[in-house]
Structures are given as structure tokens and as C-alpha cells.
């Protein structure tokens, strides 16, 4: 018998997650309620959901149709201290993330990336490195499909998944094989009310893990070790400044792999990527497939064939000696830290979005040695402003289009153009994508300069 079958299900959130929540369900036979803040005609799905007669709360989430639920299932983008919600909990409601019901109906063996920075190119690694070795592997979660996608089909070898502090707020049981912690620093204080908090909700993924299980880690992110202290799950290290006794350490040219008396090495060099945030997260991504018996070469192979994400460090056009780089992903200042830090003066960089509540302070010994000019967009660019604005010369721009012709007239023969917001961007776009193709299909217009005739 299914598990929902009967059960008054609402589902709060009737964006990508919601609806992948609905088929579900749907498919369980449990009674669907969905629930969101907007009106009617601001739900694209609206016309999916009533024909499969789906019934809905708008407008508002309604405490009494929460209430009377047998299960709320909450999408990530919906903070947990919505009163609706605290009504429920108080009545007993259970309250659940997808993750947890995904994982729920999921018995393969699951990996699942978190952190700061780097988790989008460290699951696709492991997709890369699993399907390599052959084995039916689902990858998604915050990164493309939601996970509970993957109970559309059976048996999987690998399940592979991206989680965001917000996906882990709704855990109880969710347990993965394999926990990886990249990194932490500020992010999300628009959300959580200090860091704290925020590290909390990362250090949940934890929380489950027995024994038998592996939490990944970085040796040399204080808060990340911090953060896993308290796990039962066996820890297995990746360094970059070093090579370790055990794990997977650097030694400048080289990642060195050792464990149990047998050590593989890989050479850098061989990587299209680029960076040393992407050897953290190549070495990250070698530690699951490597501790489960993949081959070391076959794995460092599908490594190797990885060039790298869309609107992450992409070489978006070489125009007049200026190469314009697309870094829209970057929407916290520690990725915008990572991603200057790999680039040479003069750089113009484009900045700005709707601000989450970090300190930009990070940045002002990067911006003050390599950035000749500072172009500000969006709600946050007052508040960059009065933190980097004495550091450089900086402007402001109304779009993104009046940012591309800033940077075109400002930026030196030799120079680069670098998008990196630090910010979402929601203020302005529907996602970070939406953003950093606005951003290339505006470089992509520029006209090469004509040389004049004397």
C-alpha cells in the first residue's frame, strides 16, 4: 500500500519544486492542497493544477487549510517561520522538506554537496565521474531536477544532490551515504539571523548520518570541521594546501590521493577547469566514487572532460584585447572573492543585485589591487557602495545593458570584464541564468572598433 494514499497532503510553494511534489503525491493517491503567496494569475501552473484537481489556498498561506493537514510539505524558498506554518506545528502537522520525502522513497546509495560555494560543479562532477563508471546515476536537487524526481524511475545505482541551507531546514530523518561540506562563509543573511543560524542549517545534513556513513570535508575551513564535529559519520578530509596521511591533499602540481597504504596521483594540469576553488571541488568530487571502488584513472578521466558549468567563469567574448567574463552564479561575495582571485588588473567588474544581508568587507583587498573600475547595479548598490566605493573608481548603471556600455568604454585594451554580482538576482531577474544571459547577449552586440582611415 502507498504510503499517501488518503492523506490530506498540502504542499506550500507552487514553484518547480512544488510541482515536482505534486506528481508525486499525485501518483501516491493522497488528497493535494496547494498553497501559495500569489494570486492566481501569477501561477503559470494554475490551469496543471486545477485539471488535475488539485485544490488551492492563494494569496496567502491559510492557517486553517494548513491546520487541518495530515502532512505539509514545505518547497526551499519558503522560510519555516511563516505563521501558517508555526500554526500547524503547534497542532501537531507534521512539517517536511522534499529532500525528506525523496529520500524516504529512494534506497539507493545518495551523495549529497553542500556549502557556500562550489556545490553546482561538484555534483556535476560526480554525475560525470559515476555515469563514467557506468552506473544509473540521478543528479539534481537544488541543481536542475528536484530529487524527488528521481522516484519516476527505479533502480538507480546513484543518487547525487545538491542541498541549500534552506532544503536542510525541513530534515528529520534524511539520511545520505555520503555527506560533503565544501565550504562555509557569508551567504543567505537575508534569511537566517546570523551566521549561526545559517551554519546550523548547512551542519544539518549531518545530523542522521551513522557509522557506516562518510562526511566529506574541507581541512583547511575552520567553520566546516566546526560545523561536522558532532557527526557519527566516518571523516574523510580534502586539502588544498597540503597533502594529508589520509584523504585527498595538493602538492602544488598534483592532487594526492591516500588511503588504506595506496596512493593515486592526478596530475592538474590535465583539468579544463580552472582555478584553485575547482581543484577543491574536483577533489571533493574524486572521494565518494574513489572510496567505493571506482577506478582512479577512469574517474580522473571524467574529470578531466568537464569544462565547466554555464554562467560560472565563462569566457562570454574576446572584443578589442578585452576578454568579458560571465560569473552571474556568483551570488555571494566568498565566490566573488574566488573568482577575482584568479584574475589579473585591470578589471572592470560589474556588481550588485538584490543584497542578502552580507558584509562586502571581504572584498575591499581584491577590488583595491585588481579592479580599475567598479560598474553597481541593482537594489544593492548603495550598500556595495559605501563598503568598496572609495576603493576604485566606481559608477552606477541602470540595467545590465548600460553596464555592458560602461565597461566597454572604461575597460583597457589587456583588461577583463567580469560579471560577479555578489548578490541574488531577483531584484531585477528571474534567476541567476536570466541574468547572465541578459549580461552575454548584451557583450554579444557589441560592434568590434573600426580602425580609422588617415
Known amino acids: 500500500m502507498k504510503a499517501y494514499t488518503g492523506k490530506n497532503v498540502v504542499i506550500v510553494g507552487a514553484g518547480r519544486t512544488g510541482l515536482a511534489l505534486v506528481g508525486f503525491f ?7 492542497t496547494v498553497s501559495d503567496r500569489r494570486e492566481a494569475e501569477r501561477i503559470p501552473s494554475l490551469e496543471l493544477l486545477t485539471q488535475a484537481g488539485v485544490a488551492l489556498d492563494l494569496g496567502g498561506h491559510s492557517a486553517q487549510v494548513l491546520c487541518q493537514a495530515d502532512l505539509v510539505v514545505v518547497s526551499p524558498g519558503v522560510p519555516l517561520d511563516q505563521p501558517a506554518l508555526a500554526a500547524a506545528a503547534e497542532r501537531g ?7 525528506e520525502i525523496a529520500r524516504r522513497a529512494l534506497h539507493a546509495p545518495l551523495v549529497a554537496v553542500t556549502g557556500t560555494n562550489g556545490k553546482s560543479t561538484t555534483t556535476t562532477l560526480l ?6 563508471w557506468g552506473k544509473k546515476t540521478f543528479v539534481g536537487g537544488n541543481l ?5 524526481e528521481a522516484t519516476r524511475e527505479k533502480d538507480w ?3 547525487v544532490a545538491e542541498l541549500s541551507s534552506f532544503q536542510l531546514e525541513a530534515v528529520v530523518d534524511f539520511r ?7 565550504n562555509i562563509s557569508e551567504d543567505h543573511l537575508d534569511r537566517y539571523p546570523d551566521m549561526a543560524a545559517y551554519i546550523a542549517a548547512k551542519a544539518r545534513i549531518f545530523a542522521r548520518q551513522r557509522r557506516t556513513d562518510v562526511a566529506v570535508l574541507n581541512h583547511e575551513d575552520s567553520q566546516t570541521l566546526a560545523a561536522a564535529a ?7 578530509f580534502f586539502s588544498s594546501a597540503r597533502v594529508l596521511d589520509e584523504g585527498m591533499g595538493f602538492d602544488g602540481q598534483d592532487l594526492v590521493w591516500r588511503m588504506g597504504g595506496q596512493e593515486a596521483r592526478f596530475a592538474v594540469a590535465e583539468m579544463q577547469l580552472r582555478g584553485l576553488h575547482n581543484i577543491e571541488n574536483a577533489m571533493a568530487a574524486l572521494i565518494p566514487p574513489l572510496l567505493a571502488g571506482c577506478p582512479p584513472q577512469l574517474a580522473w578521466d571524467a574529470v578531466c572532460g568537464f569544462s565547466g558549468l554555464p554562467h560560472r567563469m565563462v569566457p562570454v567574448r574576446s572584443l578589442d584585447g578585452v576578454t568579458w567574463y560571465n560569473d552571474s552564479k556568483a551570488t555571494n561575495v566568498g565566490s566573488v572573492v574566488k573568482s577575482l582571485a584568479g584574475l589579473k588588473a585591470p578589471v572592470t567588474l560589474i556588481a550588485g543585485g538584490k543584497d542578502k544581508g552580507g558584509d562586502y568587507a571581504p572584498l575591499i583587498p581584491l577590488v583595491k589591487e585588481r579592479v580599475a573600475h567598479l560598474i553597481l547595479i541593482g537594489e544593492a548598490g548603495d550598500r556595495i557602495d559605501r563598503v568598496l566605493g572609495a576603493c576604485t573608481h566606481t559608477l552606477r548603471a541602470a540595467d545590465m545593458e548600460a553596464a555592458v556600455r560602461l565597461a566597454r568604454e572604461l575597460t583597457p585594451r ?10 541574488s538576482s531577483f531584484d531585477m531577474f528571474r534567476d541567476f541564468e536570466e541574468r547572465g544571459e541578459v549580461f552575454a547577449a548584451a557583450v554579444a552586440k557589441l560592434p568590434e572598433q573600426v580602425a580609422k582611415v588617415v
Do not use: M, N
Not at 536542475?144 to 524527488?148: D, E, H, K
Not at 545520505?176 to 565544501?182: E, G, H, K, N, T
Not at 558532532?230 to 574523510?236: Q, Y
Open 93 to 99: 502537522v507534521p512539517i517536511l522538506g522534499e529532500i
Open 26 to 32: 499525485l501518483r501516491q493517491g493522497a488528497r493535494l
Open 414 to 423: 589587456g583588461g577583463t570584464v567580469l560579471l560577479s554580482p555578489a548578490c
Open 127 to 132: 554525475g560525470e565521474i559515476y555515469r563514467a
Open 230 to 236: 558532532a557527526t557519527r559519520a566516518r571523516k574523510v
Open 157 to 159: 545505482d546513484w543518487l
Open 144 to 148: 536542475g531536477l528536484p530529487l524527488i
Open 176 to 182: 545520505p551515504d555520503y555527506a560533503l561540506l565544501l
